[in-house]
């Protein structure tokens, strides 16, 4: 007699478990941003940047919109040509240094997919967007603590 395959009575189909914990890029961006204009000198940045603790910051028009990024990098490249033609920093505007092609994220979009963008790109932060207007901006210190408080949640 041949053994019959029995797979016996299915169980009910579980429901699974709802994933309820923040995990969009609004949930863990920094609100209170410290801003720079085209116009403002590279001297007047740094100083903010010691002053504020920060290595960067969005560079708005005059009518809010985000025109650049400027960054302890930018700035090295002022540091860089006053040592090479052995002259002080001068008062040198944002515009000429700040990164005028600025890579940007939706509010609404997720960390793991944040997470992508700051892979690929190479970037230490990124505006965060909705309906044009800036935000936000995330970095990925700030992408890594969202990740340690999800540690022990099942991601999906």
Known sequence: MGIKSFMGRRAKERSKKE?????LVEDYMSRKLVTFSPEQSILEV????????ISG??????NG???G???????????????YFNQPILDKSVERFMTKNVETIPHDMS?????????????????????GLLVGQISRKDIV????KLSGENWK
Request: proline share 5%.
């Open 19 to 23: 994933y309820d914990a923040p995990i």
């Open 46 to 53: 740094m100083e903010s940047f010691a002053k504020h603790h």
């Open 57 to 62: 910051g969005p560079v708005m028009d005059d």
């Open 65 to 67: 919109f985000l025109v």
């Open 69 to 83: 990024i400027i960054s302890e990098a930018d700035c090295m490249k002022q540091i860089s040509e006053s040592r």
């Open 111 to 131: 960390i793991f997919d944040a997470a992508g963008v700051f892979d690929r790109h190479n970037r230490r932060r990124l505006p965060v967007m909705k309906d």
């Open 145 to 148: 603590i969202a990740a340690l």
